[in-house]
T-cell receptor, first 115, second 112 residues
Framework: GDSVTQMEGPVTLSEEAFLTINCTYTATGYPSLFWYVQYPGEGLQLLLK?????DKGSNKGFEATYRKETTSFHLEKGSVQVSDSAVYFC??????????????FGKGTHLIIQP | DAGITQSPRHKVTETGTPVTLRCHQTENHRYMYWYRQDPGHGLRLIHYSYGVKDTDKGEVSDGYSVSRSKTEDFLLTLESATSSQTSVYFCAMGAGAQETQYFGPGTRLLVL
């Protein structure tokens, strides 16, 4: 079945540091890929998405490129801020495998940015 | 302008009692979902709906049932709550498997 693997952390960085959170996936079809962010006590918010190979999703300075050859969707940001502290989830959505129509999530990466 | 709400937001109940969580959306999305979030597991799909009265099981459906009598409402029922069902429950809405899902604020459930 489909699966998503991401580093769990916590990942602790200083403000203005470069961020990479790795995400790799296994899917039977041609999934869409997502990064969601969860701030303390809140629900999940879409951060960015990509729907086909070589697409780049971007939002709020974050970027991720859909790499089919390496089955990866790594999240990057050039200069993080304290306000970026949150839990980040990589997820895929894939109907062609015949399974349920929900998203398959990684376990989440807790990011802590220190001033 | 939340678009999707959940009630209650917090609930404490005892083992063996029935519990119903409600999800309400105002965006006319065809698909609705229930997930549970647990430490070390991320989010896991419980049940989903692809239309009024059309529902299907997800990865962790045992002990849960759902109903959708109107487009805007999706109910999750724990027929007889167990301590293993202590979790944070999220409802989501969307347009299908490969489309963006939009999440509610969550319900924190504690089963004693």
């Amino acid at each position: 079945g489909d699966s998503v693997t991401q580093m769990e952390g916590p990942v602790t960085l200083s403000e203005e540091a470069f961020l990479t959170i790795n995400c790799t996936y296994t899917a039977t079809g041609y999934p869409s890929l997502f990064w969601y962010v969860q701030y303390p006590g809140e629900g999940l918010q879409l951060l960015l998405k990509a729907t086909k190979a070589d697409d780049k999703g971007s939002n709020k300075g974050f970027e991720a490129t859909y790499r089919k050859e390496t089955t990866s969707f790594h999240l990057e940001k050039g200069s993080v801020q304290v306000s970026d502290s949150a839990v980040y989830f990589c997820a895929l959505g894939d109907h062609s495998g015949g399974g349920a129509d929900g998203l398959t999530f990684g376990k989440g990466t807790h990011l802590i940015i220190q001033p | 302008d939340a678009g999707i709400t959940q009630s209650p937001r917090h609930k404490v109940t005892e083992t063996g009692t029935p519990v119903t969580l409600r999800c309400h959306q105002t965006e006319n999305h065809r698909y609705m979902y229930w997930y549970r979030q647990d430490p070390g597991h991320g989010l896991r799909l419980i049940h989903y709906s692809y239309g009024v009265k059309d529902t299907d099981k997800g990865e962790v459906s045992d002990g849960y049932s759902v109903s959708r009598s109107k487009t805007e409402d999706f109910l999750l029922t724990l027929e007889s709550a167990t301590s293993s069902q202590t979790s944070v429950y999220f409802c989501a809405m969307g347009a299908g498997a490969q489309e963006t899902q939009y999440f509610g604020p969550g319900t924190r459930l504690l089963v004693l």
